[in-house]
T-cell receptor, first 119, second 116 residues
Framework: GAGVSQSPSNKVTEKGKDVELRCDPI?????LYWYRQSLGQGLEFLIY????????KSGLPSDRFSAERTGGSVSTLTIQRTQQEDSAVYLC?????????????????FGEGSRLTVL | GNSVTQMEGPVTLSEEAFLTINCTYT??????LFWYVQYPGEGLQLLLK?????DKGSNKGFEATYRKETTSFHLEKGSVQVSDSAVYFC???????????????FGQGTILTVHP
């Protein structure tokens, strides 16, 4: 399809296990973002990629969280030693490169998310 | 820091009723403002946006006007339909320093249910 694709759509894991979440952005979109949606915190920014580099990773909640992007396309969000408070829906979004103060700012295309449940 | 305060829901309306969802913000610089919508079983979609003061964003019968003096961006629709049932998120993207990208600050979301 032409949209942002995320996998798995649902993941149940045990506390202490590592998980990987995958995002395949829209072809040609150089910017990629990870957000987290949880009941207590709403929608939170995690990390932003421009190409393969991450100029803003200020939203990653701890060093157990990491993300990478290869080939300017697919991104993987890894959570090590998962905790129950990591349970949330992890959303990926992509957009065209944004610079300056153009009206294109914030036009993100979101995937349907990966729902993570940590038991 | 940046923040968005959104009218708490859920909101339940009858078809053809008038809708207002309030949104106010705090931001540095000159933010762009957005409404995103999440329909059941789907990802977030951009509904409308405004990039400077007094701009009006509109789409699918929804409107919102960027009010710098009241730091607000209230969403309105004159006649809602059952198909408008969804979760609505107000968001901002600050462009302090002259560069903006998709680091959005979201409100908590408002669940709208429209009955026939």
């Amino acid at each position: 399809g032409a949209g942002v694709s995320q996998s798995p759509s649902n993941k149940v894991t045990e506390k202490g296990k590592d998980v990987e979440l995958r995002c395949d952005p829209i072809s040609g979109h150089t910017a990629l973002y990870w957000y987290r949606q949880s009941l207590g915190q709403g929608l939170e920014f995690l990390i932003y990629f421009q190409g393969n580099s991450a100029p803003d990773k200020s939203g990653l909640p701890s060093d157990r969280f990491s993300a990478e992007r290869t080939g300017g396309s697919v991104s993987t969000l890894t959570i090590q030693r998962t905790q129950q408070e990591d349970s949330a829906v992890y959303l990926c979004a992509s957009s065209l490169a944004l610079t300056g103060t153009s009206g294109g700012a914030g036009e993100l295309f979101f995937g349907e998310g990966s729902r993570l449940t940590v038991l | 820091g940046n923040s968005v305060t959104q009218m708490e829901g859920p909101v339940t309306l009858s078809e053809e009723a008038f809708l207002t969802i309030n949104c106010t913000y705090t931001a540095t610089g000159y933010p762009s403002l957005f409404w995103y919508v999440q329909y059941p079983g789907e990802g977030l979609q951009l509904l409308l946006k405004a990039t400077k003061a007094d701009d009006k964003g509109s789409n699918k019968g929804f409107e919102a006007t960027y009010r710098k003096e009241t730091t607000s961006f209230h969403l309105e629709k004159g006649s809602v339909q059952v198909s408008d049932s969804a979760v609505y998120f107000c968001a901002l993207s600050s462009n302090a320093g002259g560069t903006s990208y998709g680091k959005l600050t979201f409100g908590q979301g408002t669940i709208l249910t429209v009955h026939p």
